[in-house]
Structure formats: C-alpha cells, structure tokens
C-alpha cells in the first residue's frame, strides 16, 4: 500500500512525445491509481502514478506541463499536507483534488492552497478529464508566464539600482518631474535613466514597460 | 472253822481263815503258791464241794442272825411305844391341826373327810365348810378329772406316796399354787382313806415360771446371740459352760468343761495369745476381754469374743464369769463390709462418686466418703462448714443447689437430682450430678439427706462434644436434607398397572399435585396433549417393559406452578419373572429447564448485544464503508470509460482495453467482498464456532478499517506471528472484537499531533498454544481508575457510542474460553490484549 507502484502500465513517460503533459496520480488504492493511470492514458496522457506523496517528493518532477490527481486522504502525508509541503517547494503544480468524503472545510482549504479543482467521488470521469485537461493547460500557460517573467527578471537585473527604482516609479504612472522630486533627481538626469530602462528592458512602449512592471510584481503601491 | 467263824458274824476273819490253811499248806508242802498244783485230781472236787458249801453255810447262818437281831428289836420298839402312844396322838391331833401344810383326809369318792384348820384358812374356808363336801370344790373345772384320777391311783396304790402340784380355788376365787402329797391309807375297819398334804407352792412356782421363763429368754437368748456363758473358779478348778458354750466349741454337753478345752479347739495361730490372756487374767485376777478363733473339728473357723469379768465369790475365791460370743457371721459380715467398703470407695474413685450423708438438724455431714472429699478438695478430717461448702460451689448454682435439698426436706423425702458445678480453689471446675434423697427420722420430719455425687465433667465434656457432633450432624443431616429436598428427588414405585402405588414423602406434597398415588403418569402430566409423540413413545417403552431414563414431562404443583419432571424408571419382576412394576427416581428439574431458558435467553440477549453493537460499529465506519465501496466502483467506472477510450481509438487498442475489462472484473469482485464482509458483520446469524487463524482475522479486520486509519492519520503496524495454532471461535464476532480494539486505538490517538499515530496489532501464541492478540496505540491511555471500568458495560470516553464495546467483546472473548485485558507499557497509549486457548481438537 506504502509501496511504489509496480503496475506494468504505471510508467507513461516512455512513450511520451516529449513537450506533453503529464499527470501525477497519488492515490493508496491500487484500483482506483491503476483505473485513472488507465483512463489518462487512452486520451493520450502521460501519467505517473504514486501510492503515497513521499514516493513522488522523492523523485523530480519534469519541467513539462502537469498536473496533480490526488486524494485527499493519503496514508502518511495528506493531500493537504502535499499542497503545502509542494507550495514551500515553489512548485506550482496545478491540483486536482478527489475525496469521497467531500467536506467544504477541506474543500475550501484546498481551494486557497491553489488547487484547481475538488472533484467528490463518484465523479464522471469526464469530469476528471476535463479538469486534468484545463489544469494542465493552465499549468502550461503559467509555465509561459513564469519563462516570460525570468526573462524580464532577468532584464530587470541588468538595470541598476536607480534604474529599478525609475522603472517602479514610471510604471507607477509617476511624470518624470514626479519621478526626479521623488528620487530627488534632476528631471533630466530621471529622462536619461528612463530612456536606459527602455532601452535594456526592450520596451517599446510605455504600456510594454508598465505591463513588465506588473508581470515583474514590481508595481510599487504608492501610498499616493 | 468257817462255820465257826461265821457263826462269830465276822466274814472276813472266816475268809482269812479259809486261806490261811491253804497258805499253811502250801508253806510247808512247796511248791510256792504260784506254783501250786493239785497233785491229785481226785482230792480237786473234794476240796471245791467244801469250800461252796463252807460259803453257803457261813451265809445262812449269818441270815438267820440278821433277822433274829431285827425281830428283837421290833418288839422292844412296840413295847416302848405303846407307852408313849396315848400322849403322842393328842400332840399329832395338835400338829395336824396347826401344821403349816394344808391337810385333807378323804374318801374314795373324793369327800372331804376330815382337813386342818391350816388348810381350810389358807382356802378362805371354815373346815366344816369342806368336811363333807367333795374336795373337786376347791380345784378348778379342768383340773377336776386329774383330781380324781389321782385319788384313784392313791386308792389303788395304798401306801404309795404320790405328789403332784396342781392350782387350788380359793373361796374368794384366787388361786394359789399347792404342792401336794397323798398317800391312800386303810383307815378303820376296810375303809381307805386318802390322806393329802398341801403345801402352798405359789410363791416358788412364780419364782419358778420366772426363773424358767429367764431361763428359757436366757438360752434363747444365748442362742440367738450365739454367746454362751461360762464361770470359773480359778481355785477350785471349777468351770461351768452354758448350753450354748457348748455349742460354740462343738464339744458334748456331758463334757466335763475346762480351760484346756478351750485351748484345744483354739485356732493354733491364736492359742498363744488366748493362753496368754488367760495366764494374765489368772495372774491378775483381773477382767479379760478378747477375740480369738476357733478351729473346728471340721477345719472350718469360728471368730470368738470373750468377755470376763473377775469376781470374788463369798468364799474369796476368784471366779471369772464370762460370755463367750460367736462373732464368725459378724466377723464375715464385717469383713464383708470392710471389702464392700473397699470396693465401694475403689468404685467412687474410679466412678468419681462421693456419697454424703447430710444431718438437717445439725447442717452437717454425717459422713463423706473419701472421694466425696477429694471431689470437693477438701481434707477429709476437715470438719466443713456450710460457708466452706458453699465456698467451693459454683456462685451461679448456688441457689438452685439450695432450692432443691430445702423442697425435698419441705416434700418430706422423696428422691431428688439435681447438677451443679464445684469451684475448685484453683479455679478447676468439676460438674456434679447429685442424686439424693430425704430420710423421715421417728418425728416425720426429715432427719437427713443421703445422697451421692457423681463427676460428671468427663461426661459433661463428652457430652458437649458430642452435642457439638450432633449438632454438626444435625446441620449437615440438615443440609443433606436441604439438599435431598431442594435437589427434590424423589422415589417413587408403579404396579403392573403402571399406576403410582408409592412415593417417597417429602416432595410428593410440596411438589406434585395432592394425591398421586394411584395415579398413571400422563394422568399427573400435563403436556400429554402438546406432545403426543413423546407419550407415545413413553408408553410403548413401558408397555414393552424396557427400562427408561430421563424421561422428562411437565406438570403442575398444587401451588399451580408449572414445573418440569425427570424421571427414569426401571421395571422389577418377582421370583417367578411375573412383571409387578416400575421403580424409579424423579427430580423437579424445573430449575435446570429455567437456567436453560434463562441461559438461551442470556446467550440470545448477549448475541443481540454484540450485534447491536456490531452495527453500531459499522454506523461509526459507514463513511470507511462507503469508501471500501465506492473505491472499486470507481474503479470499475473508470476502466469503463478507459476501455471505451482504449476502443474509441483510430486503431483501438484491444489489449489495453481487455486489461481495462480485466480489472474491472477485480474491482467488481473486491466491491462485491467489501458487501459480503459488511453483510456478515451486520448479519444477525447464529455463533459458528469454526476452527479460526486469527492472523486471517487480522486481515479481514484491516481491510475493514483501513480506510478509517487513514483518514484519521493512523499508521498501522502489524506484528502477526506466523503459523498461529488454530483457535474454535466466531469468524464475525472476533473480527467484530479485534475491529473494536482496533477503532478504539483509533479514536484514542486522534489528539496526538507530537508523535506518529501508531496503531499496532501483535499475534503470538505461548508455551501451552494459547493464541495472544495486542492491540496497541499510543494515544491518550487509560487512567488507573478507568482501567477497572472499561469493560463495565455503559462506560465510554467517548461524546458519542453506547459504551458497550469493550463490554460485549469481553463477554465475548469469555465466551470463547479466553480473556480480554488491558496490558501495562511505560510508553503513552493503551495495550488491549485477548488470549483465546488453543482449539483442542486441533491439539489432539
């Protein structure tokens, strides 16, 4: 039951294109892990299945675009328990929660650690599948968002402290007179800089480099 | 010269001279004397004839000399008196009439010829009242015919004196005794007289019956008294005996008696001594008294006493005048006496009985025997008082001790028994049995008490151990009772007609209906008609005259109760083999047939329980059921749909389908197991007990809870020994038992959140196969005092449950002849543990 599955069909990985999803299943029941490792996988879905969360934190997760089946009462660490154990990991696989027992606490916790869907059994497997679809299509896009982000990041790192802070301050919406009161520049001295911020973050506009700013989460509250 | 000599009147010169010739003769022609012989033969008679007639002569001659003397001196009498016979008469006249002695003259016929006046005055007659008249007057009526008939014999016998006393009338009618002499006599002419001579006896004839009459009291009394008395003048040689001293020493009256007599007969032992009194009295002259003994002629012995008193006689002699007494039967009886008394104080002693005899008037004892003394502890010369006699009495016995004596004394005798207890100084207590009674002196009043103590502390003691033994026979004859009537067997006898014709007493009237004798068994039953079959087949057994046993059939007691009757019976024949009936043994088995039922019920009611408790159970784990169920119907589910995927596809994937149909066929199964599982544990079967593994109930119990442990965080550890000996029990109900521990352990860690929850459960068996199950958490535990109650039914920790878990899988292990505790561990938690033993069919 603890044990790693062993089933002949567990491991989908192989026959995988690379670039597809794939989706995690953890469940301690063998049939119901070997059924939806079945079910993913006659829609073209990798899958790997897990009886326990230990048994999937100790192996690495691919970087491709996946998502989480799991019950939420596991033997050993809990469904909830894995959502947060895998948030402090700073990885944001979408999950799915399945429960036959279907609480609202529960759900509700689930829900605000980041799970993407609370199926209660007996579910429709379409259901399921369409949730897996949406949420590994989701974890898809978050994983663009995310690559955008590091390459702005990594823009962003390029510039230097002032620049950072002309950047925050003009994504804010500040005039560049604001700017230079704010940062005690000279207004000229604020237009250089920005032009520079432009320039290294490969803004064309002002729109790009606000819209930067907020993907970037560097859009200061001013109190104003 | 004989004659000569005669004629000279001497014999005896005659005679001396008759021999003198011969001596002469012999002198000179020897031989001597001695030696004489007659030479001649011839000269023998010569010299014979001679001398006979020289003898002859010599008496004739001195004869006739005699009577010539007597003659001659006759008629010088008569000459001489007839001189003197005038003078004399006239002083005879006067003496006759003055004579002292009574004198009567009569005739023939008996008439007073002539009396003096002496005698006429002694009869308080004048004499002419009695001359003339006859003499019978003065004699009494019956002695009248003697008078005569003496007078006639003095008639016939003239000149022969007789006497004869006889009483005289006086005319004033006393009586005085005569001694009288008469003599018949020729007076005058032809005429005989009687001639009598009264001398008045009445003084020395009273003397005389007096005297005999002492006499007689006198030997009688010697007699009796077996004294004989005797006098000796020590100075004459002189002894008297009495007639019974003679008797006494067996010697003939006629015996001269002397002292040497009486040392002859004396017992050779004793004669020393008797000789020696007798030689001291002599010496002494001084009173002897002394006892000695007698060896008769027959070798039997004689005990003497003899007492003498010395007494000088007028002539200053010295003479003992004694009574020799015979004292053998006294002697004996005292000796007697002396052995009874022996025996009598041995027999007190062994018998510890004291006799008493008890003076009223003096409130003392007269006598106390020996043992009397020793029971009272006190010295037998010891005078008592009465504060020292009640001193040694049982203060509590006092007063009855007094009561009794004082009624007896108030009854005026009579026999009386009484117990009381002596209080020895030592502070012994000795009981006594009394028995007493009264003796009525001359007075009518009580003189004194007789009686006997008896010890009877030996027997008390005995006696009270024995009443303990009674009484403990009692009770357990009691209890054996008890139990013969509770256990209510009773016998009880048929006749050939099978109708009762005994029964044994006790329980025929407290159990069976009034009268049963006489009556047929399905006539007392009262279930003849519920079940035919049984009666049937009852009659058929006893008609065939076979033997039956525990036959049971119910009736009604007379109190109207229903009671249930075991009975077995078995048939009994006569010499001959004739059939005479049944005899048989019957018990009220009413209360085994209630236990029964109320067991049955007990088991019932236990069953529901454990049922109930058992759905219970399955209520708390219906989401866990739900889960078990709804897991592989899932799973079907979604094979399905993989399966039509599998199919649906451009080139379907048929092996991929198959397997998707294969585990729905798994999954189904599983589904339908979890049901079945369920089912059994909410069935509301009969107990199977089946030869079990316990670790397969371990399993079954797991798969059931599975689900629960999970949810509630429960890691479950199992440590089952393999190749557990088999158990007999109840698949469903040790699953149910095991199960409960295992939710319990559960329930008990669901606060810990500082360490695993862990639940463990432990199979073993031990040294005698005895199969051992532990289930252990570390939850909260048990606190001391609830250890005690977490098997009382009703007793939970919990907000919700009956409490009945633990309660019913006790009873429940009990029932499989094991035991469900709590095990102590130092680590927090609880240890429930069960040890059922082995499967003994298994064993053997």
């Known amino acids: 039951m603890t044990g790693r599955s062993d089933l002949p069909h567990q491991d989908v990985k192989a026959e995988k294109p690379s670039g597809r999803a794939i989706v995690f299943v953890i469940d301690d029941d063998v049939s119901i892990r070997r059924s939806l490792s079945n079910l993913f996988q006659s829609v073209n879905l990798d899958v790997a299945a897990f009886g326990s969360a230990q048994e999937m934190l100790q192996g690495d997760l691919p970087e491709v675009a996946s998502c989480l089946v799991l019950d939420v009462r596991l033997p050993g660490l809990s469904g909830l328990e894995l959502q947060t154990e895998l948030a402090k990991l700073n990885l944001h696989i979408p999950i799915i929660f399945i429960t036959g027992h279907g609480d609202i606490p529960m759900s509700v916790k689930a829900m605000k650690g980041g799970a993407v869907d609370f199926l209660t059994k007996p579910y429709r497997d379409q259901e399921l599948l369409d949730a897996v679809v949406a949420a590994t299509e989701r974890d898809r896009k978050r994983r663009e968002v ?46 250089i800089y920005r032009g520079r911020v432009m320039k290294k973050m490969g803004a064309r506009t002002l729109a790009d480099l606000i819209r930067m700013a907020e993907t970037l989460g560097i859009c200061a509250n001013h109190p104003e | ?46 010299i014979v004839a001679f001398v006979v007639v020289s003898i002859v002569g010599k008496h004739l001659i001195e004869k006739v000399r005699r009577e010539r003397n007597v003659a001659l001196e006759a008629a010088a009498r008569l000459r001489r008196g007839e001189a003197e016979l005038r003078d004399r008469e006239k002083q005879w006249r006067e003496i006759f009439e003055h004579n002292p002695v009574m004198h009567f003259m009569v005739n023939a016929t008996g008439m007073v010829l002539n009396v003096n006046t002496f005698g006429a005055t002694q009869l308080g007659y004048a004499p002419s009242e009695l001359v003339g008249h006859s003499v019978l007057k003065v004699f009494l009526e019956e002695d009248r015919p003697f008078v005569r008939e003496r007078v006639g014999l003095c008639i016939e016998t003239v000149g022969q004196s007789h006497t004869w006393e006889i009483q005289k009338i006086r005319k004033d009618g006393s009586v005085l005794w005569v001694r009288e002499n008469a003599k018949a006599m020729q007076w005058a002419e032809d005429k005989l007289v009687v001639l009598i001579a009264c001398e008045d006896i009445t003084e020395r004839k009273r003397t005389e019956t007096a005297l005999r009459r002492s ?28 007639k019974e001293t003679f008797r006494i020493f067996q010697y003939d009256p006629s015996t001269k008696p002397t002292p040497q007599l009486v040392v002859d007969r004396t017992h050779p032992e004793d004669r020393a001594a008797v000789r020696e009194t007798i030689d ?39 003479e003992f005048v004694g009574a020799v007494t015979d004292i053998t039967a006294a002697k004996q009886a005292e000796q007697q006496l002396r052995r009874s008394e022996a025996y009598l104080a041995e027999a007190q002693h062994l018998s510890h009985t004291g006799s008493w005899s008890w003076d009223v008037h003096r409130r003392e004892f007269v006598y106390r025997s020996a043992e009397n003394d020793r029971l009272f502890g006190f010295d037998p010369q010891e005078a008592l008082s009465i504060e020292t006699i009640r001193s040694r009495i049982h203060p509590d016995d006092l007063p009855r001790l007094q009561e009794v004596p004082r009624q007896a004394i108030e009854d005026k005798g009579g026999h009386f028994e009484y117990d009381f207890r002596i209080l020895l100084p030592d ?56 139990y013969a009537e509770t256990a209510s067997d009773w016998l009880w006898e048929t006749g050939p007609d099978h109708r009762i014709t005994r029964i044994s007493e006790h329980t025929s009237a407290a159990i069976l209906t009034t009268k049963v004798v006489g009556l047929l068994r399905w006539e007392i039953a009262h279930d003849v008609e519920t079940e035919p ?23 009604v007691t007379q109190m109207g109760s229903t009671i249930y009757v075991r009975t077995s019976g078995k048939p009994f024949f006569d010499a001959d083999g004739n059939f005479l009936g049944y005899r048989g043994v019957s018990t009220d088995i009413t209360a085994t047939i209630r236990a029964d039922q109320a067991e049955r019920e007990l088991r019932k009611a236990q069953a529901e329980l454990a049922h109930v408790t058992r759905v219970t159970t399955l209520g708390e784990l219906t989401t866990s059921i739900a889960h078990e169920i709804n897991q592989p119907l899932a799973a079907i589910v979604t094979n399905g749909e993989a399966c039509l995927g599998w199919l649906g596809r451009e080139t379907p994937d048929l092996s991929a389908a198959r397997r998707s149909v294969e585990w729905i066929i798994e999954d189904g199964i599983r589904a339908s197991e979890v049901i079945r599982r369920i089912r059994a544990l909410a069935k509301k079967g009969e107990i199977e007990m089946v030869p079990l593994d316990v670790n397969d109930i371990v399993k079954e119990v797991i798969a059931l809870v599975t689900r629960e442990l999970v949810s509630h965080q429960v890691s479950l550890r199992t440590e089952l020994t393999p190749a557990l000996p088999l158990i007999l029990g109840d698949r469903v109900q040790l699953q149910q038992v095991i199960t409960n521990l295992v939710m319990n352990g559960i329930e008990a ?30 939850g909260v535990g048990i606190t001391e005092d609830d250890a005690d109650r977490v098997f009382n039914p009703f007793f939970t920790t919990k907000s919700s449950g009956l409490g009945m878990g633990l309660s019913i899988c006790r009873s429940i292990v009990e029932a499989h002849g094991g035991s469900l505790s709590i095990a102590r561990k130092q680590e927090p938690g609880a240890t429930f543990q069960f040890v059922l033993p082995l499967h003994k069919e298994v064993v053997s």
């Open chain 2, 280 to 318: 001291r009295a002599f010496q002494n002259e001084e009173d002897f008294e002394h006892e000695y003994r007698l060896l008769m002629p027959d070798g039997s012995v004689k005990h003497l006493h003899a007492l003498a008193r010395a007494i000088r006689t007028a002539s200053g002699d010295i």
């Open chain 2, 533 to 555: 079959e049984k009666w049937r087949q009852h009659r058929a057994t006893i008609d065939a005259r076979l033997p039956f046993r525990d036959f049971i059939y119910r009736t």
């Open chain 2, 427 to 482: 502070g012994a207590i000795r009981r006594i049995h009394s028995v007493a009674h009264a003796v009525v002196g001359s007075d009518g009043k009580v003189s004194e008490l007789i009686g006997t103590h008896m010890d009877v502390t030996e027997q008390h003691a005995a006696r009270e151990r024995l009443e303990r033994a009674l009484a403990a026979l009692r009770e357990s004859e009691q209890r054996f009772r008890d």
């Open chain 2, 749 to 778: 860690m669901q606060t810990v959140s500082d360490r695993p929850r862990e639940l463990v459960i432990r199979s073993s068996h031990d040294d005698m196969g005895r199969v051992h199950l532990a289930v252990a958490d570390c």
């Open chain 2, 215 to 242: 006499e007689a009291h006198l030997a009688q009394a010697q007699e009796l008294s077996r004294t004989g008395s005797f006098g000796w003048n020590v100075a004459t040689g002189e002894v008297y005996w009495s």
């Open chain 2, 1 to 46: 010269m004989i004659l000569v000599f005669s004629l000279m009147g001497s014999l005896i010169a005659s005679a001396m001279l008759f021999v003198f010739p011969f001596a002469v003769l012999a002198y000179f022609f020897a031989p001597p004397p001695f030696n004489l012989r007659i030479d001649n033969p011839q000269t023998l008679p010569v």
């Open chain 1, 146 to 191: 995310e690559k955008t982000v590091a390459n702005l990041q990594s823009l962003y790192d390029t510039l230097s402290s002032r620049e950072q802070a002309v950047m925050k301050l003009v994504a804010a919406g500040l005039m560049n007179k604001q700017v230079a009161a704010e940062l005690e520049l000279a207004e000229i001295t604020v237009k």
